[in-house]
């Protein structure tokens, strides 16, 4: 699955707000809206539209950075749109989140959350070689991903 991560600008804005998850979901991610302030509040975040390459449309959301309080670095969110999910968009973005990360050099290791009741969240991440922490988040299932430990491959993007 081929996927490009874009930043989101005045022309797409507007269609990156729209994006929505199913209404099951809604309780497992913020709305784009939310992540686009709070990445101007915290400038250390990326955010990024993503987009399939085959079609040049956008099909989902990440914010992903390092969180200046613990140093850690983070994949933040990634939403996929309802209308586009199921397609392996989600593991395509992850993949590409952490190939952006793998290239800076004091990125050792990536952090993720997510409600535990989002069993479709943890599949994806166990796929992909993140490993529980034992911590626990707000309520959330924290997750790492050790770039220099992981003994796969380099992910094909």
């Known amino acids: ?9 005045p022309e797409n804005f507007q269609q990156c707000v729209n994006l929505k998850v199913a209404e099951s979901q809604t309780n497992f991610v913020a709305p784009n809206v939310m992540s686009i302030a709070q990445s101007k509040v915290y400038p250390t975040m990326n955010i990024r539209a993503v987009y399939a390459a085959a079609k040049d449309e956008m099909v989902g959301f990440v ?21 586009h999910q199921g397609r392996g968009y989600g593991r395509a973005a992850t993949l590409a989140v952490i190939e952006k990360l793998r290239q800076i050099a004091e990125c050792r290791e990536i952090y993720l959350s ?12 166990v796929s992909l070689g993140f490993e529980r922490t034992g911590e626990i988040s707000a309520g959330e ?17």
Do not use: H, W
């Not at 699955?1 to 600008?9: F, G, P, S």
């Not at 409600?115 to 994806?124: D, F, H, I, K, M």
């Open 1 to 9: 699955m081929k996927i490009t991560l874009r930043e989101i600008t």
């Open 63 to 83: 914010m992903y950075g390092l969180d200046p309080d613990d140093n850690r670095y983070y994949l933040v969110r990634l939403m996929v749109d309802e209308k």
């Open 114 to 125: 997510f409600n535990p009741e989002n069993s479709g969240a943890q599949r994806l991440y």
């Open 141 to 157: 299932i924290v997750m790492r991903y050790s770039i220099e430990n992981n003994g796969n491959p380099k992910p094909e993007i």
